[in-house]
């Protein structure tokens, strides 16, 4: 049972073009979210979080948009730069005390010069 | 600020044997929770330790422990290696309080299982 979910497994943009990364979840107990970007051969790395009381949250050229009553998340790039190109990871967890990170499978991102 | 340290980096066993990797935190982080990394599960929750208590178990069999040390240092265990245990084992710290803080993941340890 995936509680999380990244339908899209790879996205490709241009560069300076808005890049969006969508994520789905099922647990109505999650209220706390998070993206991570991956290179190959090193750890996740984060990019930015949101808890349930927002709806957005921006940092940079990041923002994070959650529509709790559809279950969505989703991630804007702006603009979107070559070094953008990595895997992109939704993750999850019900706060408190609960440190369990549920993730998505990633989306592969790639922006092409 | 160092980040998260994982070691070794790349392990190779057979199966039967055991593994123990190691991994210590960003200065300050408490909390350090292991994942596993598979292509077909994605990354997957193992536990997590605080104050060197296990505070949080995924669904995995009894051959994968941990601990974690006074210093905020962990290792986790594998016994009796199977051919499916082959994955990046990744580490991530945060600080201690509520799981309201973002996680720092350490660059992995990559195991593989002949």
């Known amino acids: 049972d995936q509680q999380v979910k990244q339908n899209s497994p790879s996205l490709s943009v241009q560069e300076g073009r808005i890049s969006i990364l969508n994520c789905d979840y099922t647990?109505?107990?999650?209220?706390?979210f998070l993206w991570y970007k991956k290179y190959p051969a090193e750890g996740p790395t984060f990019l930015i979080s949101?808890?349930?009381?927002?709806d957005k949250n921006e940092d940079g050229r990041f923002t994070v948009f959650l529509n709790k009553s559809a279950k969505h998340l989703s991630l804007h790039i702006v603009p979107s730069q070559p070094g953008d190109s990595a895997v992109y990871f939704c993750?999850?967890?019900?706060?408190?005390?609960?440190?369990?990170?549920?993730f998505g499978k990633g989306t592969l991102l790639t922006v092409n010069p | 600020k160092a980040g998260v340290t994982q070691t070794p980096r790349y392990l190779i066993k057979t199966r039967g044997q055991q593994v123990t990797l190691s991994c210590s935190p960003i200065s300050g982080h408490r909390s350090v929770s292991w994942y596993q990394q598979t292509p077909g599960q994605g990354l997957q929750f193992l536990f997590e330790?605080?104050?060197?208590?296990?505070?949080n178990k995924g669904n995995f069999p009894g051959r994968f422990s941990g601990r974690q040390f006074s210093n905020s240092r962990s290792e986790m265990n594998v016994s009796t290696l199977e051919l499916g245990d082959s994955a990046l084992y990744l580490c991530?710290?945060?600080?201690?309080?509520?799981?309201?803080?973002?996680?720092?993941f350490g660059p992995g340890t990559r195991l593989t299982v002949l």
């Open positions: 330790y605080f104050s060197e208590t296990q505070r």
């Open positions: 949101i808890s349930s009381i927002k």
């Open positions: 991530a710290s945060s600080l201690a309080g509520t799981g309201y803080n973002e996680q720092f």
């Open positions: 647990n109505s107990m999650f209220d706390y």
């Open positions: 993750a999850a967890n019900s706060g408190g005390s609960n440190y369990k990170l549920t």
